[in-house]
């Protein structure tokens, strides 16, 4: 069973076979919860949900680091100014 198997079969439960109105997921801002943002999304639109929602909290520009590598740290991505937050989107059945 591969990756996107298991996350389909997990939103089958958490959607009750996908005939829920409204599911509301939160996804970690870094790498792994990017990656299963995506996956998930592609889950969701195959079953005819649209993302009508989307915020993100928690996460932070690091200034100081910002600051002391003169700019550069910008070259690191997001990795290299924000600490790591969570994202939250409503997806709502079409």
């Known amino acids: ?12 439960k958490v959607t009750r076979s996908f005939s829920l109105p409204l599911v509301m997921r939160t996804y970690e801002t870094n790498p792994k919860g990017d990656e299963q943002f995506a996956t998930e999304s592609i889950v969701f ?29 910008i070259l690191a991505g997001k990795r290299g100014i924000r600490s790591g937050g969570k994202r939250t989107v409503t997806w709502k059945k079409l």
């Open 1 to 12: 069973m591969g990756k996107e198997d298991s996350i389909r079969k997990e939103l089958d």
């Open 45 to 73: 639109t195959e079953n005819r949900y649209d993302a009508t929602n989307l915020s993100e909290e928690g996460g932070h520009v690091h200034a100081g680091r910002l600051i002391l590598t003169g700019g550069l740290s």
